[in-house]
């Protein structure tokens, strides 16, 4: 390989790293006091499929706690805060929130960028 591929291939590698930066990263954590209840359960698969399907979504993962029950965590990563906006508003992640809210005790939503 000479020079000029080894320079185009670093200046590829610094627009990915860039890139992914520039994603969203979101933290959502959904308590439900001491059981997560049957119906959330059952909710989560439809959510999560419908999910990674939309555009701009890189990563969606839902956890447990290791220890405890109760508790939903998603790990959430969006191409761009506009991506983000428009899951919030879809139809699938409309039809979760209308299953666990009855349930829902508290949630706590933050947003981060990656930074190394």
Excluded: N
Aim: hydrophobic content about 35%.
């Amino acid at each position: 390989m000479g020079k000029d591929t080894h320079d185009r291939k670093d200046k590829k590698d610094k627009k990915e790293k860039k890139d992914k930066r520039d994603r969203l990263v979101v933290l959502a954590a959904l308590e439900f006091g001491q059981e997560t209840p049957a119906e959330v359960l059952a909710a989560l698969p439809d959510l999560v499929e419908a999910t990674k399907g939309e555009d701009g979504c890189r990563k969606y993962r839902v956890h447990v706690p290791a220890e405890g029950a109760g508790r939903l965590l998603f790990y959430e990563v969006w191409e761009s805060e506009a991506a983000f906006r428009t899951h919030l508003e879809s139809a699938h992640l409309k039809a979760f929130r209308e299953v666990s809210g009855r349930f829902l005790k508290d949630s706590q939503i933050s947003t981060w960028r990656r930074m190394a």
